[in-house]
């Protein structure tokens, strides 16, 4: 796990960053879905079993690296667990959840701002957001895709007008107010 | 119209401009609803009869500062005219339409990028789509004003997925097909 080779570094205190920094850099010129293990552990001049005792897998690893809020892994099951004619509420109700705690909401908000208009980001983002996220709830559902981007769409609407423009009374509505004026608008979406 | 005053330049080939970047100024400093025609007047070094002679109305100037790519002057009528019970697909197919168009995208979309990164835009942003636009319409449908702000909310975020993450199907969705599976949404949330 920590086998030294020629030129390759050990695993040290600041490893875990470094290959953070390397797999920032290998996710914006290669892609989600083309980066490898094996190059991020070459452009951070490290063994790619040292990649892995620290990443269970690339989903991990570029949540932490882009500094996603939440998981897709954990994500997903919660929201696809569970009565199907509840899924626009619980849907909603995760989402403004998250972006009520002060870390998540920050990292989100910085990571929205950078793909707003940064066009590195933007490819890197869509291309995580619809395979690892949007296509895999439709299929999931059986749904067109175009279904499960209108539901993003109306939720990444709803968190930049509360917490980016803060227009009022959108930013200061409890959750449960608004959980009962979406969860119609995205149950629709997803079950039809 | 341009009588002279000490001190005062009289109309040149770009006293207009000069007025929109004073306009401008006067603007992110108080706000839309404090700057005053006498201000932007004082600000551009112009007498205010000039102002009024370019520009017939603060909402008119404030839309050609900002670069809008729509006058709530026009679009609030087009909406709220005709059959209420078609009010969503009315204005679901008035916004994809305008971004269809390159200039008003390329303003817009200009816009949306600079309101998201920087606190100045925001508060001008923000008070004048909600006293200008969200309130206005929400007043006159009756209903709560949460509900025009989720609307708004639904729309932005399909023009952002549409137009700066480009997400696929809905990038190269046809404008009709959009019309279909949003107006119902957007009806809702404004006429309830």
């Known amino acids: ?38 190059g991020i552990a070459r452009q951070a001049s490290v063994d790619p079993a040292l990649v892995h005792h620290y990443f269970d897998t690339k989903v991990g690893m570029f949540v932490e690296a ?19 004619e509840e899924i626009g509420r619980r849907l909603v109700r995760m989402i403004l959840t998250l972006f009520a705690e002060d870390a998540s909401r920050q990292s989100a ?30 299929d999931e559902l059986g749904v067109p895709r ?9 939720m990444f609407g709803v968190i930049v007008g509360r917490h980016i423009l803060r227009l009022e009374p959108l930013a200061s509505a409890e959750v449960d107010e608004l959980v009962e004026l979406l969860a119609p608008t995205i149950q629709r979406y997803l079950t039809g």
């Open 1 to 38: 796990m920590t086998a030294r080779r020629p030129g390759r570094r050990p695993g040290s205190a600041d490893t875990r960053g470094e290959i953070l920094v390397a797999a920032r850099k290998e996710f914006a010129e290669k892609g989600f879905d083309k980066a490898t293990v094996r």
């Open 66 to 84: 882009m500094r996603l809020p939440i998981n897709p892994e954990t994500f997903l099951p919660t929201i696809l667990e569970g009565p199907r």
């Open 109 to 138: 908000l910085g990571l929205i701002r950078s793909v707003m208009t940064n066009e590195e980001s933007v490819g890197v983002f869509r291309e995580f957001m619809t395979n690892v996220l949007l296509y895999r709830v439709a």
């Open 146 to 154: 175009i279904r499960t981007e209108l539901a993003f769409a109306q």
